[in-house]
């Protein structure tokens, strides 16, 4: 069994900065993948950014610039630096996790989400 624990959510006003945190813990034998997404209300779910085992990454057009995503493999951990942050940035923003078990069965996992509130 895995958790994932989201934490840095919140209020800010806009141009303000977040950090969010996502740590993972449990049956894991190694993570690839990680990455953000964030649904707005009457949205569709949406890739934010990604980042690779080989910390690659992947940036929505709409984040580029202003988000970093970077990744602690020792602590299972992935962050997302916001800065600049705009109104249409509030969503409620999703971790993801692709990884492996110690039975070497491969898994997609999310995060239970966390509220991102950016007022005008």
């Known amino acids: 069994q895995v958790q994932l624990v989201e934490s840095g959510g919140g209020l800010v006003q806009a141009g303000g900065s977040l950090r969010l945190s996502c740590a993972a813990s449990?049956?894991?034998?190694?993570?690839?993948?990680m990455g953000w997404y964030r649904q707005a209300p009457g949205k569709q779910r949406e890739l934010v950014a990604t980042i690779s085992s080989g910390s690659s990454t992947n940036y929505a057009d709409s984040v580029k610039g202003r988000f970093t995503i970077s990744r602690d493999n020792a602590k299972n951990t992935v962050y997302l630096q916001m800065i600049s942050l705009k109104p249409e940035d509030t969503a409620v923003y999703y971790c993801?996790?692709?990884?492996?078990?110690?039975?070497?069965?491969?898994?997609?996992?999310w995060g239970q989400g966390t509220q991102v509130t950016v007022s005008s």
């Open positions: 993801n996790v692709n990884y492996t078990d110690y039975d070497v069965y491969e898994y997609d996992y």
């Open positions: 449990g049956s894991i034998f190694s993570i690839t993948d």
